[in-house]
């Protein structure tokens, strides 16, 4: 178990240790993957160019950086509450057709009808009531508008996170209460569909989006899980030093390993696309 920490403590994190806040460390755990899936999402959705994109939670990047290369926007409004985050995404992305600014899933300071395009990138699962987001959402696209999403399948899809948890789990049986696998949510089969139809939008379309990760050594998987920022790595900061190492080398010991040293998993994310009629 974490140190100092009772049964008490654990249900108090399963509320409070999935911490976003370091842009860098959203980078080097989830960020290099997310841009590859952003990548696919975008041509899925099948825009043609010259549309107003909204990106809700749009973090450091990796969605609005998709939109502008493969959908030719005319205008792309990036909203993330992390001030950190829109400060990484503006410093990346300069084009003048981007810009960001403060706003939640449920409050996106957008007009009405404002929007051709909403999409958002690996947010729903994080958004404390998704019926409210998907109303602002239908609100401030325009009729005809598409509206787009994906989060990652933490149950069966995220094999990194998958292998992190079953490491946690197997040196200390509590942690099975952090575990994102079992508080799946949105991301659960049939959440997706069923809330955007209960938001009134139409054509409402699921699909599967996966992605190798490849790590280059167990370091590459294995450092990214203490930058504290994510549910794993928020987990892993209340750790103390023998308990850290413990989940370590078990993870060291379960994953498989090629001969040259690097490690090949897959990442899933469920995806939905759907209109305002």
């Given at each position: 178990?974490?140190?100092?920490?009772?049964?008490?403590?654990?249900?108090?994190?399963?509320?409070?240790?999935?911490?976003?806040?370091?842009?860098?460390?959203?980078?080097?755990?989830?960020?290099?993957?997310?841009?590859?899936?952003?990548?696919?999402?975008?041509?899925?959705?099948?825009?043609?160019?010259?549309?107003?994109?909204?990106?809700?939670?749009?973090?450091?990047?990796?969605?609005?950086?998709?939109?502008?290369?493969?959908?030719?926007?005319?205008?792309?409004?990036?909203?993330?509450?992390?001030?950190?985050?829109?400060?990484?995404?503006?410093?990346?992305?300069?084009?003048?057709?981007?810009?960001?600014?403060?706003?939640?899933?449920?409050?996106?300071?957008?007009?009405?009808?404002?929007?051709?395009?909403?999409?958002?990138?690996?947010?729903?699962?994080?958004?404390?009531?998704?019926?409210?987001?998907?109303?602002?959402?239908?609100?401030?696209?325009?009729?005809g508008g598409v509206v787009g999403a994906y989060v990652w399948d933490y149950a069966r899809g995220m094999g990194f996170i998958r292998q992190f948890w079953d490491a946690a789990v197997a040196v200390d049986p509590a942690a099975a209460a952090l575990d994102q696998g079992g508080r799946a949510g949105i991301a659960a089969p049939g959440q997706l569909e069923t809330a955007f139809r209960a938001a009134g939008f139409v054509a409402v379309e699921l699909r599967s989006i996966a992605i190798p990760t490849v790590f280059v050594d167990f370091d590459d998987?294995?450092?990214?899980?203490?930058?504290?920022?994510?549910?794993?790595?928020?987990?892993?900061?209340?750790?103390?030093?023998?308990?850290?190492?413990?989940?370590?080398?078990?993870?060291?010991?379960?994953?498989?390993?090629?001969?040259?040293?690097?490690?090949?998993?897959?990442?899933?994310?469920?995806?939905?696309?759907?209109?305002?009629?």
């Amino acid at each position: 178990m974490a140190a100092g920490c009772d049964r008490s403590e654990t249900s108090r994190l399963v509320s409070g240790y999935e911490r976003w806040a370091s842009s860098d460390a959203y980078e080097r755990y989830i960020g290099r993957w997310s841009r590859r899936v952003a990548d696919q999402f975008v041509v899925s959705l099948e825009v043609p160019p010259g549309r107003r994109w909204l990106d809700v939670g749009c973090g450091t990047g990796a969605l609005s950086q998709a939109i502008l290369k493969r959908s030719a926007p005319a205008a792309l409004t990036g909203i993330d509450p992390v001030e950190a985050f829109l400060a990484r995404a503006s410093a990346a992305l300069s084009d003048p057709r981007a810009s960001f600014r403060l706003g939640s899933a449920a409050d996106t300071g957008i007009p009405d009808g404002a929007a051709d395009v909403v999409v958002a990138g690996l947010v729903l699962n994080f958004v404390p009531d998704v019926g409210a987001a998907l109303v602002e959402w239908r609100r401030v696209l325009a009729p005809g508008g598409v509206v787009g999403a994906y989060v990652w399948d933490y149950a069966r899809g995220m094999g990194f996170i998958r292998q992190f948890w079953d490491a946690a789990v197997a040196v200390d049986p509590a942690a099975a209460a952090l575990d994102q696998g079992g508080r799946a949510g949105i991301a659960a089969p049939g959440q997706l569909e069923t809330a955007f139809r209960a938001a009134g939008f139409v054509a409402v379309e699921l699909r599967s989006i996966a992605i190798p990760t490849v790590f280059v050594d167990f370091d590459d998987l294995w450092l990214p899980f203490l930058g504290g920022t994510g549910g794993a790595p928020g987990y892993v900061a209340t750790l103390d030093d023998p308990h850290r190492d413990a989940i370590r080398e078990q993870l060291r010991r379960s994953v498989a390993v090629e001969p040259d040293g690097s490690i090949h998993l897959e990442a899933r994310a469920r995806a939905v696309r759907a209109s305002r009629d």
